[in-house]
């Protein structure tokens, strides 16, 4: 069932969806779905807490962003916010962005030759409203096969990892490394496409999708 009370603007060119985000994964995302999108990313402080977990991480984080995006929903005017957060979770510990090379050859080598999670929070805040009518989590597991120090050192070497939590891009030359997917691909790309479309739909904010 849709919400009740007025109905929402429907994205359109001339009232776009404001994402929240500076991630181009997102961006790209959205415009494959033909989705008029405008991006203003918000500046939060992303720093885990002691002794938060990953869900309790990615929840307090998207609550920032959306709550900062607020603020730019009327400049100029959109049909609504999404927000969203990607974690590369293993052994309960949230792997981010690696700070350089070595870094992100270590991330590597706790990922292959076993599975980890990687979960993707997002919320959808309607025009004109405060709090979010639509936020889950998300969450598919990836196996990578065993790799070489060397075949990780010339991967990271390639810089492609350099901006993406786990320190790899499923979409890209990291795909070598990864044998089974179990859930949703565009969610480890970043953003679950299947599940927000459904939830703009489902808010009245996308008509006569696709």
């Known amino acids: 069932m849709p919400p009740s009370g007025p109905a929402p ?82 052994d309960g510990a ?37 709090r979010a009518r639509a936020e889950q989590t998300v969450v598919t597991r990836v196996q990578m096969r065993d790799a070489t120090d060397v075949e990780l050192r010339r991967y990271v070497a390639t810089g492609e990892g350099s901006d993406k939590a786990g320190g790899y891009a499923v979409q890209g030359i990291g795909a070598f490394l990864i044998t089974r997917i179990e859930g949703s691909y565009s969610n480890v790309v970043g953003l679950p496409i299947c599940e927000v479309v459904r939830d703009l739909v489902r808010l009245g904010l996308l008509v006569e999708f696709p």
């Open 94 to 130: 949230i792997l981010g962005k690696p700070g350089d090379e070595a870094e992100g050859a270590d991330m590597l080598a706790r990922l292959v030759g076993r599975s980890h999670e990687v979960m993707t929070r997002y919320a959808i805040v309607v025009a004109g409203e405060a």
């Open 9 to 90: 603007a429907v994205i359109s060119s001339a009232c776009p969806l404001l994402l929240g985000s500076g991630s181009p994964r997102r961006r790209e995302l959205l415009e494959q779905m033909r989705i008029p999108i405008l991006v203003r990313a918000p500046v939060v402080d992303e720093r885990e807490l002691p002794g938060e977990g990953a869900q309790a991480y990615l929840s307090r984080i998207v609550t920032a962003k959306t709550q900062a995006a607020l603020g730019f929903q009327e400049s100029p005017k959109s049909a609504g916010i999404l927000c969203a957060d990607t974690s590369v979770v293993v």
